[in-house]
């Protein structure tokens, strides 16, 4: 491995606690990365001159305009979680839907072609993905990515993996639920979730705090590695889990 010059990622973002092992253990910074099939190429990505922030994927490239912005296509100021968009016009911009041209026309809200993703951007304009729209919890009047609880989770000890949903809920609109796959060495017991729920209240806050767990000995993932959040969701609502195909 001493050839090895740089590491780059893209797809789901990688927890803080992966940058920092393969911090230790290859002596390289992870740089993530963000671009879709229909951006044609890299987008948002951590330069290897510029400081990385875990668990951020960075800032635009030269001449790509990338904003956060609300269901009207107004922009969002720092630290609002929105829609991440980008500024119709780029080199690799895909320009048509084969024989769909009203699907074409909804992806765009005015001049920003919407990705699906639910973002915020910092003060410093780091780019910090929370997960697709669909993916994002409604509960007591808050929006939370399930990114950050999951990365939060997975810095407790006892965790070796962890997965987010929302739940209905009649009080709170939905709840979060957590499911955990634990290292070696843990027992499962009423104390650990209870640990690892004032874990996340005090690293984040009270609403991102989990208000279930359940414990799992794996969890349903991609091929690629990508915890399936659906396939959760599915589990617990009793739902079709739908296309099974890429789960390893």
Do not use: C
């Not at 765009?108 to 990705?115: A, E, K, L, M, T």
């Not at 993905?129 to 939370?144: H, L, N, P």
């Amino acid at each position: 491995m001493s050839s090895l010059r740089s590491i780059l990622s893209v797809g789901e973002p990688l927890n803080p606690e992966v940058i920092k092992w393969a911090k230790k253990v290859y002596g390289l910074t992870v740089l993530d990365t963000w671009w879709m099939t229909e951006t044609g190429g890299h987008m948002i990505v951590n330069y290897p001159t510029m400081d990385v922030k875990l668990g951020s994927m960075g800032k635009p490239l030269p001449g790509i305009q990338a904003a956060i912005i609300d269901d009207a296509g107004n922009e969002l100021p720092p630290n609002r979680m929105g829609n991440l968009a980008i500024k119709k016009g780029w080199p690799s911009m895909m320009y048509r839907i084969w024989k769909n041209p009203e699907k074409y026309k909804s992806y765009f809200i005015g001049d920003w072609y919407v990705s699906g993703d639910s973002a915020y951007k910092d003060e410093d304009g780091y780019f910090w993905f929370q997960g697709r729209v669909d993916d994002v919890i409604m509960t007591a009047g808050e929006r939370v990515g399930p990114f950050e609880v999951e990365s939060k989770l997975v810095e407790h000890e006892a965790v070796a993996e962890a997965g987010i949903i929302g739940k209905p809920d009649p009080v709170r609109g939905e709840i979060i639920k957590a499911f955990v796959a634990l290292r070696k060495g843990y027992e499962p017991t009423d104390e650990l979730k209870e640990e690892i729920r004032i874990f996340v209240k005090e690293g984040l806050s009270a609403h991102a705090a989990p208000r279930e767990i359940e414990f799992k000995d794996k969890l349903p993932k991609t091929r690629s590695g990508k915890i399936m959040r659906r396939v959760l969701k599915a589990w617990e609502l009793n739902l079709d889990a739908g296309d099974l195909s890429t789960m390893e």
